[in-house]
C-alpha cells in the first residue's frame, strides 16, 4: 500500500521533537567585492534546491566519498550535495567529517597527520553497512576518500555545501584557492561551526557563497525578534538550522514568510523522519538536509502528486493508495498517450477494488470527478468516507456512466461526477470496484467545478541528468557484436525439428494426472498426424513432475517419475517432444530463497499470474540449469520458454540493483518512468541479463546435447511496443517462439498518437512474423496458433505461417485429442 504524506500546518509555533543535533546557522553572502565580478547565488536560486544529500547521502552510501555524491547526483540531478572539508599535513583538502580515520576507514589516526598518500590508501567503504552490521558491501571496492578537486570535477553541474572542518592546517585558506581555481565560486555555499572561520574567508575575498556563523546568525534573528526588521539588510541568502535552534527561537510560518520576503532561503539539518519532512515542508521551507535523500524524495513526490491544483486535486488512477484483489489480475496499468501521464488502468473488469486517500483543509460540498473510457453502458461501484486503511469490502454504491465509444486512444475518455458530499476538513478515502471501463484519473474539487481535459498532463517532462551521470548512462553495456553472439550466428536447426513446419501443442497441467489421457496424449497427437508437440512437463510455480535433486517434488512424482514417462510415451509414438516448461516461478523456491525474488522499486515482489517472479541475476538461474539438464538426460527433445523471462519494467532485486551498480557506476533508477534515460538503461541491463542468462542455459544443453531446441518467447518484440528482449536473443534462440495475431493484437492496449493512421492488420502480423525469422538468422520462428474455428481455418493460418518462413504451432485442446480438424 503506498502511503501518501499530506501533513498540513495549522498555524502557530511549529512543534518539534528535539534532536542532539547541534546548532548551525547558516547563510549565503551575496557581497560584491569591488575589485572584480559578484557571486549573487543565482545557481542556488533559479534551480529548487527541495532534496539535500547530508555527506552525500550517509544512509545510502559511504559518506563523503565520491561514489556517493555521484549517485546521489545521478538519481537526483537538482540535489545539494554535503560534505565536510579538511585538511591533510601536506596541504590536500579532502572530504571528512570526523578528525580521525577509525569510523569510516580501514585505518587509524588524526586526518591532519597523515600525508595524501596514506589517506589515498585507506578504504573509504570499509565501515559502511547499511543493514546494523549483517553486511559491508563496499569492502574492498576502491572506494576512497576524495579531494574536493575530485568531487569538483566530477560533478562540473552540481551544487554543494561544504562545511569548513577544525584543525591544526588553514582549510579556509586551501578550500579557497581550489574554488578559484576550479571556477567554483557560484556553485559551492561554505558553512563552519568554529567562529571567525567564515570571517577569515570574508577577509580573504567576498565572492564565495558562505553561511551565517553562530555571530551573524544571532544578529539576524535580533533583527528578526526586535523590531528592526524592516531596515534589516541581509548580507546572507540561506538560513540552514536544526531542529533545536527553531525550537530555541520559536520559529514560525510566518517566521519563514519574513525570511523568504528578504531573500533568504531556508534550509533546515538534518531531517531523516517523514512527519518532520512534512511539517518543515508544510511551514515553507525550501528544502532541507538529510542522511535519507530517497526518503525525502519520495515524501516530495507524494505530495507533488496528491498537491491541489488551482481549482481542485488531480490523481492518477493507476497512483492508488490500496488494492485489494484475489489474484494480480487487476487494475494494471497500461500505456496510452491520450491518457493522463500517458497511463490508465486496465482489466478492471475482474474483481477487486482500489482506494486513493486525499485531504481537504476547508468544509464544504465536494464532487470527485473520474475520467474513463468505456465500450459500452456500465455502472461503477463508488464509496467515498473518512481515510481508511482497511482491506475489507467496502459499502460501494453504483454509479450509472455512459459509453464513451472505446478503450484506448484519443476521443474516447470522457469526465463523469461519480461522487458527491459534504466534507469536514480532514483526510479521505475514495474508493471504485471493479466494472467493465478503463479508469484514466481522478479530479477532486468543490462542488460545480467542472475539470476538462485541459488538466491532463499527458506528455511528461524528460529526466536531464549532468553531462558526467548522463556519459556514465550512455556508455553501452554490451558491445553489439559480442562473441556470444557470433558463436551462435553459424547454427543449424537439427533436421527433425526444421522439416516438420506444421506442429502441434497441448497443455495437460498436473490436475490432469489422475486422467488416462495424461500418458496418451502422445497417440492422439500421433493420430492426428503431428510428429512433433509441445506438451507441459511444467505449468506454473508447481513442483517438479520428477524426483529432481534441487527444490521440491509434487507428491504424485515421488513414486513416479511422471516427466520420463511423458518423454518416453512420446518417443514411443514415434513423435519428438518439445516440454513447456515454465522457467519463470518456482513456489518453493520463493519462499525459501526469498531474496531470489524479483522485486519493485519499493521492495515487493513482482508476479505474474502464476506466481512469483525469480530473477536471472541470482543464483536460481544455476538452480534452473539443473532443472533442465535433467530434463535433457530424461530425453526432452526441446524447451519452450513462454512469456517475458522477467519484469519488463525491470527488476530491483539486491542481485539486480548491486550488478547493475557494479558494471555501470549508477544508481538503479527509483521508478519505472519512460521519460528517464537511466530507466531505459535499467531496461538495457535487465535485456542483457536475459541474454546472459540464456547463453548460459544454450551452452550447458547444447553441451549435453546439440540436437536439443531452445524455443524462446519473444513476447511483444514483433510488435516494437515495447523495449522487451533485444534482437540479440534471437540470434541466442535455435527458435522465437511467438504467436500467431500478437505483432497486431498488443497495440490494443497502447494508444497511437493523435493523426496516426490505423495499420492494417495483415500487414502488421506479417511484419512481425519477418523480423522474428530474420532477427534468428533466418531460422523459422515457431507460431502459437490457438482459436482455430475448422479445419480450413487451420489449413489457412498454417499457409500464411510457412509462406513467411515460420513453423505453424496449432493448438489442440486437451479434451479434444485426437482432433479430427488436424487429420492428414
Known amino acids: 500500500m503506498r502511503t501518501v504524506y499530506a501533513a498540513r500546518h495549522t498555524g502557530g509555533t511549529m512543534a518539534l521533537k528535539s534532536t542532539t543535533l547541534i546548532l548551525l546557522l547558516l547563510g549565503l553572502a551575496a557581497t560584491t567585492p569591488a575589485d572584480g565580478p559578484g557571486v549573487s547565488g543565482k545557481r542556488f536560486r533559479v534551480k529548487p534546491i527541495t532534496l539535500g544529500a547530508h555527506r552525500g547521502g550517509k544512509m545510502l552510501w559511504p559518506e563523503n566519498t565520491l561514489e556517493a555524491f555521484q549517485r546521489a547526483a545521478t538519481r537526483w540531478p537538482d540535489i545539494l550535495l554535503e560534505g565536510d572539508a579538511t585538511c591533510t599535513t601536506d596541504g590536500h583538502v579532502v572530504l571528512l567529517h570526523d578528525a580521525t580515520v577509525d569510523r569510516t576507514t580501514n585505518?587509524?589516526?588524526?586526518?591532519?597527520?597523515?600525508?595524501?598518500?596514506?589517506?589515498?590508501?585507506?578504504?573509504?567503504?570499509?565501515?559502511?553497512?547499511?543493514?546494523?552490521?549483517?553486511?559491508?558491501?563496499?569492502?574492498?571496492?576502491?572506494?576512497?576518500?576524495?579531494?574536493l578537486i575530485d568531487v569538483l570535477d566530477c560533478l562540473p553541474e552540481s551544487r554543494f555545501l561544504i562545511e569548513l572542518k577544525p584543525g591544526p592546517h588553514p582549510v579556509a585558506e586551501a578550500v579557497h584557492r581550489v574554488l578559484c581555481e576550479r571556477h567554483a565560486l557560484e556553485r559551492v555555499v561554505l558553512a563552519s561551526f568554529i567562529p571567525g572561520t567564515i570571517g577569515r574567508v570574508r577577509l580573504l575575498d567576498p565572492r564565495p557563497l558562505t553561511c551565517f556563523d553562530v555571530v551573524t546568525g544571532a544578529q539576524m534573528m535580533d533583527a528578526l525578534r526586535g523590531g528592526a526588521w524592516d531596515s534589516y539588510v541581509p548580507v546572507d541568502i540561506m538560513l540552514a538550522?536544526?531542529?533545536?535552534?527553531?525550537?530555541?527561537?520559536?520559529?514560525?510560518?510566518?517566521?519563514?514568510?519574513?525570511?523568504?520576503?528578504?531573500?533568504?532561503?531556508?534550509?533546515?539539518?538534518?531531517?531523516?523522519?517523514?512527519?518532520?519532512?512534512?511539517?518543515?515542508?508544510?511551514?515553507?521551507?525550501?528544502?532541507?538536509?538529510?542522511?535519507?535523500?530517497d526518503v525525502l524524495a519520495q515524501v516530495i513526490h507524494e505530495r507533488e502528486r496528491t498537491s491541489a491544483i488551482p481549482d481542485g486535486i488531480l490523481l492518477e488512477a493507476e497512483a492508488f493508495d490500496v488494492r485489494v484483489a484475489p489474484s494480480a489480475d487487476f487494475a494494471i496499468p497500461t500505456t496510452d498517450r491520450a491518457a493522463s501521464g500517458e497511463q490508465s488502468l486496465y482489466r478492471f473488469f475482474t474483481e477487486g477494488h482500489v482506494g486513493y486517500h486525499f485531504s481537504v483543509d476547508e468544509p464544504g460540498a465536494y464532487a470527485v470527478w473520474l475520467r474513463y473510457a468505456s465500450n459500452g453502458d456500465t455502472r461503477l461501484p463508488v464509496a467515498l468516507g473518512p481515510r481508511s486503511d482497511e482491506e475489507g469490502e467496502p459499502a460501494c454504491d453504483p454509479v450509472g456512466l455512459a459509453k464513451t465509444g472505446g478503450l484506448t486512444g484519443y476521443g474516447v475518455w470522457q469526465w463523469a461526477c461519480v461522487a458527491e458530499g459534504n466534507l469536514a476538513p480532514g483526510a479521505y478515502t475514495f474508493v471504485m470496484a471493479a466494472t467493465p471501463l478503463r479508469p484514466d484519473c481522478l479530479f477532486i474539487a468543490r462542488a460545480g467545478v467542472a475539470p476538462s481535459d485541459t488538466l491532463i498532463a499527458a506528455e511528461r517532462e524528460p529526466v536531464v541528468y549532468p553531462t558526467a551521470a548522463q556519459a556514465l548512462i550512455d556508455a553501452p553495456l554490451a558491445n553489439v557484436r559480442s562473441e556470444w553472439v557470433r558463436d551462435a550466428a553459424g547454427y543449424p536447426l537439427p533436421e527433425w525439428f526444421d522439416k516438420y513446419r506444421v506442429q502441434a501443442h497441448t497443455r495437460f497441467g498436473p490436475h490432469w494426472m489422475d486422467d488416462p489421457e495424461f500418458l496418451t496424449?502422445?497417440?492422439?497427437?500421433?493420430?492426428?498426424g503431428a510428429r512433433v508437440f509441445t506438451r507441459h512437463i511444467k505449468s506454473g510455480d508447481e513442483a517438479a513432475w520428477w524426483p529432481s535433486a534441487v527444490g521440491a517434488v509434487l507428491p504424485e512424482a515421488r513414486e513416479r517419475d511422471w516427466a520420463k514417462a511423458i518423454i518416453d510415451t512420446a518417443h514411443g509414438a514415434g513423435c519428438r517432444i518439445i516440454v513447456y516448461h515454465r522457467h519463470m516461478e518456482d513456489a518453493h523456491t520463493a519462499r525459501e530463497h526469498p531474496d531470489w525474488v524479483c522485486r519493485e522499486p519499493n521492495g515487493a515482489p513482482k508476479n505474474t499470474k502464476r506466481g512469483d517472479y525469480l530473477c536471472l541475476n541470482s543464483p536460481y538461474l544455476g538452480y534452473l540449469e539443473t532443472r533442465l539438464l535433467e530434463l535433457v538426460h530424461r530425453g526432452a527433445d526441446g524447451f519452450y520458454f513462454d512469456e517475458t523471462h522477467m519484469p519488463k519494467d525491470g527488476c530491483w532485486c539486491e542481485f539486480c540493483q548491486n550488478r547493475f551498480r557494479e558494471e555501470t557506476g549508477l544508481e538503479p533508477p527509483r521508478e519505472a518512468n519512460r521519460y528517464d534515460p537511466l530507466w531505459q538503461k535499467y531496461i538495457d541491463f535487465k535485456n542483457l541479463t536475459i541474454e546472459r542468462a540464456f547463453v548460459k542455459l544454450r551452452t550447458a544443453i547444447h553441451r549435453h546435447n546439440p540436437e536439443v531446441v531452445m524455443l524462446i518467447s519473444a513476447n511483444t518484440w514483433p510488435a516494437f511496443t515495447d523495449r522487451n528482449m533485444t534482437h540479440r536473443l534471437w540470434r541466442i534462440a535455435d527458435s522465437v517462439k511467438t504467436?500467431?495475431?500478437?505483432?497486431?493484437?498488443?497495440?490494443?492496449?497502447?494508444?497511437?498518437?493523435?493523426?496516426?493512421?490505423?495499420?492494417?492488420?495483415?500487414?502488421?502480423?506479417?511484419?512481425?512474423?519477418?523480423?522474428?525469422?530474420?532477427a534468428a538468422d533466418g531460422?523459422?520462428?515457431?507460431v502459437w496458433t490457438n482459436g482455430?474455428?475448422?479445419a480450413d481455418s487451420a489449413v489457412f493460418a498454417s499457409a500464411g505461417m510457412m509462406a513467411h518462413g515460420c513453423i505453424a504451432n496449432l493448438d489442440i485442446p486437451e479434451d479434444t485429442l485426437p482432433n479430427s480438424m488436424f487429420t492428414p
Not at 588524526?110 to 543493514?131: C, H, N, Q, S, W
Not at 498488443?746 to 530474420?774: C, M, Q, S
Request: glycine residues 10%; proline residues 7%; hydrophobic residues 40%.
Open 241 to 293: 538550522i536544526d531542529l533545536d535552534m527553531m525550537r530555541h527561537f520559536g520559529i514560525t510560518a510566518e517566521d519563514v514568510v519574513c525570511l523568504r520576503e528578504k531573500g533568504i532561503l531556508i534550509n533546515p539539518h538534518t531531517i531523516n523522519r517523514i512527519d518532520t519532512m512534512c511539517a518543515l515542508l508544510d511551514m515553507g521551507v525550501d528544502g532541507m538536509l538529510t542522511d535519507c535523500p
Open 739 to 774: 504467436e500467431f495475431s500478437l505483432p497486431a493484437r498488443v497495440l490494443k492496449h497502447r494508444g497511437l498518437p493523435e493523426g496516426f493512421l490505423p495499420f492494417d492488420r495483415d500487414a502488421k502480423i506479417a511484419l512481425g512474423y519477418t523480423l522474428a525469422r530474420d
Open 521 to 528: 496424449a502422445a497417440d492422439g497427437f500421433r493420430k492426428t
Open 107 to 147: 585505518g587509524s589516526g588524526a586526518i591532519a597527520a597523515m600525508t595524501f598518500e596514506e589517506v589515498k590508501a585507506l578504504d573509504a567503504g570499509y565501515r559502511f553497512t547499511p543493514d546494523g552490521g549483517q553486511t559491508y558491501p563496499w569492502r574492498g571496492k576502491g572506494v576512497r576518500i576524495p579531494t
Open 779 to 782: 531460422r523459422p520462428p515457431h
Open 788 to 790: 482455430l474455428l475448422n
